[in-house]
């Protein structure tokens, strides 16, 4: 992704900042695999709610900070049922579903999954040209 700004210095959208080869390493999740030093660091797991930007922390509500009950994941159950196609109070919703129900065999199938996604390259808005909007907790509802 580049940095272009508009007349006012403000940046672009995201769909046009992303340079082609972002855009590839995007479809195949390419971009993911750094993650796994975290997870051998100990700082994620495979399998949890996947992580989000630090400047939204203070804007979480306490059901939306709930998320935080588990360590951050490379894919999640968010991530597997919609991924970027989500609006945030789903994605919200599903984290602390995964925290209520978290299991061996939800994170077997979890992984599944992903695995599944990652082939067909199900739910990557860059296919349409959309990528999520910024977090704003004036707009969720939970």
């Known amino acids: ?7 006012t210095g403000t940046l672009l959208p995201d769909n046009q900042r992303i340079t082609a080869f972002g855009r590839f390493m995007r479809n195949y999740s390419l971009d993911e695999y750094p993650q796994l030093l975290n997870v051998l660091k100990g700082d994620m797991s495979l399998i949890g709610p996947r992580p989000l930007l630090v400047k939204y922390l203070p804007l979480y509500n306490k ?7 588990v360590r951050p994941g490379m894919t999640g159950w968010a991530a597997v049922n919609g991924r970027n196609a989500l609006s945030w109070d789903e994605k919200f919703e599903l984290d602390v579903w995964y925290v209520d129900n978290i299991s061996f065999f939800l994170d077997v199938k979890i992984l599944v999954l992903t695995f599944q996604k990652m082939l067909k390259r199900e739910g990557i808005n860059l296919v349409h040209n959309h990528i999520n909007t ?9």
């Open 134 to 142: 910024p977090f704003n907790s004036k707009q969720d509802k939970i």
């Open 1 to 7: 992704m580049n940095d272009n700004c508009d007349l």
């Open 63 to 69: 059901y939306q900070s709930r998320r935080h009950e």
